[in-house]
């Protein structure tokens, strides 16, 4: 609700500015403190153009987004010294994006992020089938998940919510019913990225739906994310096997590697966690509704940043799989292990196999609703 109140009185005031005379006077928006949505295009997928979308908010945060995957390309927060810089990973081209083994840089994840077991489960007696794309596991909606389409996009009155849709169609990658998906970007005024995900079906299907910035609130500076300090609110964490499905345990932290409870330095225990840290965290939630549930600061820019969610999980993935190969990366830059990593807001992985985790299953007649806020800041 608070969000919603500060969307609605910066929409209030700045639409009243927005075809005056000081429109054509193109100064910087990072200056004017001017509230727009600019387009520029981004080369073409399957013959259909591409296009970035730039939200800027009037203290000059921006944040960009294609409608290839619904894909976040950029996000320029300021320094403790007042300095612009771009605290996610990502590429100059869409070439880059489309590169094989892209590991989902900014993308919109779904129909179900993070992993099914065997890519199986049961439903009302059947048994569903999904393209397995990670060792033999179905990972974050298959082999073309949500990452890898087309989204619809419309900018929104006011000019800081671009809204993106997709019918993801019956059978897609496996999934039953059609699903008819709608996310809201919105820059709020307070230098928060919310994203707003609803859909409907028209038949009962699992979905968990989440967004895949790499962060490194250095911009540029750290190869790393070691040195960033992330506090977590959450006693128990999903255990996982060999090939990252959870057991269905929920060990406790404990004081452990997997402790968050205070703000740690990542590097601090990740040796001790086989292969660096890739688990979904059990939030302790006081509700249903949009709730703070972790924050990452980068002590040498003073950049802070803090999560909002309704979801009862959470999936740090420190960038694990990230070994310095990939191409056209953002000022050639080399995104080396660790260089990045994931607050992936979500329901648990493997959810619809898992009878005691929190339900997963939309039905028709129902709404899915997440709701998650990035928020930046410095201290
Ligand atoms: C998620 C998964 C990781 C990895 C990345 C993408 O965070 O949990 O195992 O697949 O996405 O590379």
């Not at 989902?104 to 077991?117: D, E, K, M, Q």
């Not at 707003?196 to 962060?215: E, G, M, R, S």
């Not at 005691?356 to 899915?368: A, D, H, R, S």
Request: proline letters at 4%.
């Amino acid at each position: 609700m608070k969000y919603f109140s500060v969307i609605l009185a910066t929409a209030i005031i700045f639409s009243s500015c927005n075809n005056s005379e000081t429109e054509k006077k193109e100064t910087p928006a990072t200056t004017t403190g001017k509230v727009a949505i600019t387009e520029k295009p981004f080369g073409t997928f399957n013959g259909e153009a591409v296009t970035e979308y730039t939200l800027t908010n009037a203290a000059g945060m921006q944040v960009s987004i294609l409608n290839y995957g619904g894909t976040v390309t950029k996000i320029i927060t300021k320094d403790k010294e007042g300095k612009d810089g771009d605290v996610i990973l990502g590429y100059d081209s869409l070439s880059g994006y489309l590169q094989k083994g892209n590991p989902y840089f900014g993308c919109l994840v779904g129909r179900y992020g993070n992993r099914i077991a065997k890519g199986h489960f049961t439903l009302n007696g059947t048994t569903y089938t999904l393209a397995q794309n990670n060792n033999g596991q179905s990972l974050h909606g298959g082999i073309k998940g949500y990452d890898k389409v087309m989204w619809k996009a419309a900018k929104q009155a006011g000019d800081s919510s671009l809204k993106l849709t997709y019918l993801s169609k019956d059978g897609e990658e496996g999934y039953p019913g059609n699903l008819d998906i709608t996310v809201v970007y919105t820059l709020t005024a307070d230098n928060g990225l919310k994203i707003d995900y609803t859909a409907t079906t028209d038949k009962a299907t699992p979905i968990n739906l989440t967004n895949h910035c790499y962060f490194n609130l250095s911009a540029g500076k750290d190869s790393t994310i070691l040195a960033h300090e992330m506090m977590l609110k959450a006693d128990k964490f999903t255990e996982v096997d060999t090939v990252l499905i959870p057991t269905g345990k929920l060990p406790d932290v404990n004081g452990g590697p997997m402790d968050f409870r205070t703000p740690k330095a990542i590097g601090k225990d990740i040796a001790a966690v086989k292969g660096g840290y890739d688990h979904n965290w059990v939030i302790n939630r006081q509700g249903n509704s949009l709730e703070l549930i972790g924050s990452l600061y980068h002590p040498a820019s003073g950049r802070y940043m803090e999560v909002f969610t309704t979801e009862p999980g959470v999936q740090f993935y420190s960038g694990n799989f990230l070994d310095g190969t990939l191409t056209n990366t953002k000022a050639g830059k080399k995104y080396v292990l660790h260089a990045g990593l994931c607050l992936e807001t979500q329901h648990f992985p493997d959810g619809p196999n898992q009878p005691l985790f929190p339900n997963t299953i939309l039905k028709p007649g129902e709404t899915y609703r997440h709701t998650s806020v990035y928020k930046f800041s410095v201290k």
